[in-house]
């Protein structure tokens, strides 16, 4: 029997209710697929253009819990980015009205939202919706909160989703934008965790409605989108594209394989074009 200060200490069995969970401690500690994706995107963020900047990314009820003061810093970026990029007259308060409008809690659709920051600023903004392709309608805003040639996007998403496609869900890019001085090799960042995520969802489908003098545009062509409908009006054009080309592109890009993804890229462009 052994002695503690010459006194005899039974020995007593130890429960294995009383030993520490340590698989749940591990647990604790563990990073969701999602979380592990986006902190290798931030580190590669951090090797090509320096450690003060990252990604952050939101869904779903995320996206409603942002808090104010984020919310007021995205707008001053939205303000930025329309006005120099695109000509329109933004305040800080009309984009933040906007931007809550638009991030309305709705149970038609799923929100996912991706903010590029330069330290504690945000210099840049990727925002979209998962819908179902049975809840499609105008109202729900899908691909502009203009009611220019609303209508007759949806219809030819719709007719595309349903009739070619035969897609059951769907993610379209709502708002796509980076702060001109910053904007070089960006988009691939803010747009990799909405790609993800969309895949993550069983989406294999995305729509985005732009202007043909856009940056966007060509951007577009770049990862794969091509054009379904073009409205002669301002421009405007709704693109579709395959989320799994886009996302083998975009990781090629900022991989190992940059070169021949630019390649490809470049020829995508090229080859819409006819050039």
Known sequence: MPHFNHHAVAKTPVSRSYLPNIAHLYTAFEQSEEELRLSKLNKTLAEQCGREYRVDFHY???VNLLDDAVLLDLADCYKNVFNESWGENWTIQSALKEIKACL??????TPVIS????????????WAFIIETETLKSENTPFSSS????HESVEVARYWLNEVGKKKRFITIRELGVIKE??????PFLCLPIFDRA???????IFFRTKISSKAFKWSLGVGFVPLQFFMVDGLLLMQGSIKYAINLLNGLLGGSKRKSQHMIVSNISRYLCQ
């Open 115 to 126: 903010l590029l920051y330069k330290d504690e600023k945000i210099i840049g903004f990727c």
């Open 60 to 62: 779903g009820n995320q």
């Open 147 to 150: 009611q220019l040639k609303r």
């Open 199 to 205: 895949q993550d969802s069983e989406c294999s489908v």
């Open 104 to 109: 309305l809690p709705d149970p038609e659709r």
């Open 182 to 187: 910053f904007r070089q090799d960006k988009a």
